[in-house]
């Protein structure tokens, strides 16, 4: 299969999950250019450089409070991107962690803290956040969800999940048509 095409599949079905929901603008923070056209008409897209710190990408969202999603994550649950807000009430800084380590989210106020520097790639990011925040509290974690980042994680993908469709038709193009 193509990388870029993969690429494109599951960006897309990630940002179709976010821009699903109410009260919520998307905006595509991308490190790869030439990806405007897997977005609603209207949709800010931010390219940053490679590497780019998540405080970086912070410093460019507009609003009072941002949830950054990987790419990789098409079919995460909206509800847990509820839960990242509603953390939010009580914590600076909420993390939905990444089976296999890392983060598949991480929601902040805006500004983001100065503390709060760890990204979604970090190995144990609610541990560095904690280790940085002035008190244990101001980081809160809800359960946890997966990433596509080899191919053995595709046999995470429920064919029995609404949306990822693009992911989904991407794949079943490319003899995976049975993902369990």
Known sequence: MDPREFLEAVAEDA??????????????????????????????????PEDEPLAGVAGRLGGDQAVVVSADAPDLPPLLIGKLFRELGRAQVSVCPADGGGAVAMAFGLPMPAWAGAGLDEDEPVAALRAAAPGRRTVATVPGWHRLRTADDLMRLDPGLEGWDNTRTLLSGSGLSSLR
């Open 15 to 48: 940002y179709e999950v976010v821009a699903g929901l109410d009260l919520v603008t998307p905006v595509l923070v991308t490190e790869v250019p030439g990806l405007d056209h897997l977005v609603w008409p209207g949709t800010e897209v931010i390219e940053v």
